[in-house]
């Protein structure tokens, strides 16, 4: 089983940009599409960002699109969330998760992942 340790978080500005990274060990995270989520205090968590397992597709949430951009190195079983213009309401645990099979494309929902890393906080002060 592939564990995930994301990083890359911290306290900004509104304006700023960050970016976080999913490291992947255990497993190849290459076969595997992988997401992104987020979790503010007292919300669920909801999905922001994900990327086929080839990079060739990524999907975003209506709120983040123009501003984030994810990617992946396979070379370094990494993927990467690049955010910029980050906003107040972008405050949350930020999470990355690898699909349940591979060679799949990524859904959007929860269930779809599988592997889950611990969460990096990402806090936007006004």
């Known amino acids: 089983q592939v564990q995930l340790v994301e990083s890359g978080g911290g306290l900004v500005q509104a304006g700023d940009s960050l970016r976080l990274s999913c490291a992947a060990s255990?497993?190849?995270?290459?076969?595997?599409?992988v997401g992104w989520f987020r979790q503010a205090p007292g919300k669920e968590r909801e999905f922001v960002a994900a990327?086929?397992?080839?990079?060739?597709?990524?999907s975003y949430t209506d709120s983040v699109k123009g501003r984030f951009t994810i990617s992946r190195d396979n070379d370094k079983n990494t993927v990467y969330l690049q955010m910029t213009s980050l906003k107040p309401e972008d405050t949350a645990v930020y999470y990355c998760?690898?699909?349940?099979?591979?060679?799949?494309?990524?859904?959007?929902?929860?269930?779809?992942?599988?592997?889950w890393g611990q969460g990096t906080q990402v806090t936007v002060s006004s």
């Open positions: 990327i086929t397992w080839s990079g060739s597709s990524t």
């Open positions: 998760a690898s699909a349940h099979f591979p060679l799949r494309p990524p859904g959007k929902e929860v269930t779809d992942f599988g592997s």
């Open positions: 255990g497993r190849t995270l290459k076969a595997f599409a």
